[in-house]
């Protein structure tokens, strides 16, 4: 049997080491997951980045991290 899967995106979330606000960081992020599933969505949706970039980036701004988006 084949099985062709499709290709995913993700966000590659990067803290420098010992990063005093990364959990309060990781729990803002979680949420934008949360807020986007509301709607019966997921991480898996084709437009995710597209629809999550933005939060992202103003979440990047005031917890000074680094991302990526790779392919799966």
Sequence with gaps: MK???PKHREFLIKFEDKYEKA???WEAL???VKDYSVDGKSIYTETFIEDNEEKVKALQEKYEFTYE???K
């Design 30 to 32: 979680n949420k934008i």
């Design 3 to 5: 099985v062709r899967l």
């Design 69 to 71: 988006i790779i392919e």
């Design 23 to 25: 959990d309060e960081a």
